[in-house]
């Protein structure tokens, strides 16, 4: 359950102690690995999991294959389904498939689990949900793009 003071969320739980906790804003730039790709991502701490925008996206023999939209470079990917969740929002309820991703955010390289969905009316490529956030950032809800990413594969901007 977060704790929430000042507009800062601070996400309390096993893992790194809160002070080696990354302070970050409710967009930051990340890295999509082995791509290169820079893409912004939304902080979204209401959102339990993470979303990518993946655009024609088409399961087959257990492989997702999807577009990612223009933004990203319109790269076509093709990842192995882990599974399937169950999503609830405000319009409608849907399955979605779940991936894995590597993606760097500030200096942190961190193995992802994401669910794939048609994101092309929002703003945001990529949310990032609760199970990327509670181990290892602090929210701070009035700043944006505080950390650059600097992960070692990363080429400086």
Same mark, same amino acid.
């Given at each position: 359950m977060p704790l929430i003071s000042w507009g800062v969320f601070i996400f309390a739980g096993g893992g790194i102690? *809160?002070?080696? %906790? @990354?302070?970050?804003?409710?967009?930051?730039?990340?890295? /999509? @690995? !082995? $791509?290169? &790709?820079?893409? !912004?991502?939304?902080?979204?701490? =209401? *959102?339990?999991?993470?979303?990518?925008? *993946?655009?024609? /996206? +088409?399961? %087959?023999? =257990?492989?997702?294959?999807? +577009? &990612? !939209?223009?933004?990203? =470079?319109?790269? /076509? #990917?093709? #990842? !192995?389904? @882990?599974? $399937? +969740?169950e999503i609830r929002s405000s319009e409608a309820h849907e399955r979605r498939p779940v991936v894995e991703l590597d993606v760097c955010l500030g200096p942190r390289r961190m193995h992802i689990r994401v669910n794939l969905n048609d994101r092309s009316r929002v703003k945001y490529p990529l949310i990032l949900g609760r199970n990327v956030l509670k181990e290892n950032f602090v929210v701070d809800c009035n700043r944006l793009n505080c950390l650059e990413p600097s992960c070692p594969e990363v080429s400086p901007k």
């Open positions: 102690d *809160a002070m080696e %906790k @990354l302070t970050i804003g409710e967009v930051e730039n990340v890295v /999509l @690995l !082995p $791509w290169g &790709l820079r893409i !912004p991502a939304r902080i979204d701490t =209401g *959102a339990a999991t993470s979303s990518l925008d *993946a655009r024609e /996206l +088409k399961i %087959k023999d =257990g492989i997702a294959e999807f +577009k &990612l !939209p223009p933004q990203c =470079g319109d790269i /076509l #990917v093709r #990842v !192995p389904v @882990l599974g $399937w +969740k």
